[in-house]
């Protein structure tokens, strides 16, 4: 059942139940308030009765036989009059009671107002002596009808239940209008949800209204999941498209070698080896490519999975600098600021990150430079840096570097071995230990990494 439906009952029902509670409540005070009225014309009619028969018996003549005046001016529509005698004849009535008594309330001894039946019907009565001088001269019994009583109730019930139904069922039709208005923006959340799922059109936005409401800010919440899933979605596009690029290069490359080398049977012995040494380069790259790649799916993942114990980061940075002196080339390597210092960490990541940051910067310094290496402890952190004196990189390169295939220079740095994808998993293996990696450099001069960790106390 749709929720305009099922909220459009509930509305209907509840007010259903309060517009109940509301009318049983008017009618049982109306009810009442008539019988006090009835209850109060009674008492007058009897306070006038009682002295009028006072003053025709003064000297609280015979018991058997008082004096009872005209009773014609004590009766009106639907109110009747008698007197009885002490011992409960009846002495007069009304002429308006026509054949009919009223039942002699005497007998019973009771005081007080009564409902009682007179030939089907019914009335209020009640009965009050009227004595002088010490003695009881005559009894006289006042009743109204319930007549009008019952047409004022019956009146009232009528336009209770009537009214009542008529404004249930306006409550019903005009909560489901308003709920259907109130529900129109999820409705178009809807459409939009399952267009975007038919065709991937993630570029899609709901008209966000200017209301600040609970819809409104679903819908502004729905836009900026959209514009993340747009940005995600564009990223995983761009991220296939460059490696399927990056891997079809080293591909070309090992393809066209092997067809040389396929072609040219009488190759002199030197080519033979430069060529077969390329395509091994290449192979190489391939590989180092598909590792990163696999590194970087595995991290998008969640995959990868993070030892954690205490790493000394001295000696980490201490094997680094061995394996860039074996891969230096006439780049000077230096060890500087070498202070004790142990994180909380992965020591076989640590030291990926540490060798991804040496790697570039041997690669992109030129024979004659010096690339040094050192850590500081700064409470309450520990920071390892690499710097080097090489080509440095332009200040509006600087916010890209970290981007998945991102190069400077694309071109040269492929054929100097890189990936474009190592700063993207020092960044993530810096960032799974809670510090943060940061830059500094001078075009032509010189380039400084710092990676900054929580010191592990
Ligand atoms: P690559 O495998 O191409 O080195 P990286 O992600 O490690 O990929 O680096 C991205 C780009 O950042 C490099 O292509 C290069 O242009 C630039 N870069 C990284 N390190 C240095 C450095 N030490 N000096 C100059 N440029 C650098």
Known sequence: MPIRIRLSLWYSAIFALALLLFSLGLYGIMERHLVSMVDDAIADRMEHLVAAVRAANPNGEAAESPVTPSLDAFEAPEVYVQVLSRDGSILARSSNLEIRILPPLTDLGKQGTFDVTVDGTRMRASAAPVTAKGQTVAWIEVAVSFRQRDMVLDRLRWVLLGGGLGAIVLVGLLSAALAGRALSPVSEMTETARAIALSRGFSRRLSVSSQKDELGQLAQTFNEMLASLEEAYSAQQRFTSDASHELRAPLTAIRGNLDLLDRVKDMPEEDHQQTLQHVRREVERL???????????????????????????????????????????????????????????????????????????????????????????????????????????????????????????????????????????????????????????????GSRFSVRLPASP
């Open 287 to 445: 590989g180092r490519l598909v590792n990163d790649l696999l590194t970087l799916a595995r991290a998008d993942a969640g995959q990868a999975q993070m030892q954690s114990g205490l790493v000394e980061l001295d000696a980490l940075l201490v094997e680094a600098h061995r394996q860039a002196l074996s891969m230096s080339k006439g780049v000077g390597v230096r060890l500087a600021d070498l202070e004790p210092a142990v994180v909380q960490g992965d020591e076989d990541r640590l030291k990926q990150l540490l060798l991804i940051l040496v790697d570039n910067a041997l690669r992109y310094t030129p024979e004659g430079g010096v690339v040094t290496l050192g850590l500081k402890r700064e409470p309450p952190w520990v920071t390892a840096y690499v710097e080097d004196t090489g080509i440095g990189i332009e200040p509006e390169d600087l916010p890209r570097i970290f981007d998945r295939f991102w190069r400077a220079d694309r071109a040269r740095s492929r054929d100097s071995g890189g990936t474009g994808l190592g700063l993207s998993i020092a960044k993530w293996i810096v960032e799974q230990h809670g510090g943060e990696i940061l830059v500094g450099s001078v075009p032509g001069k």
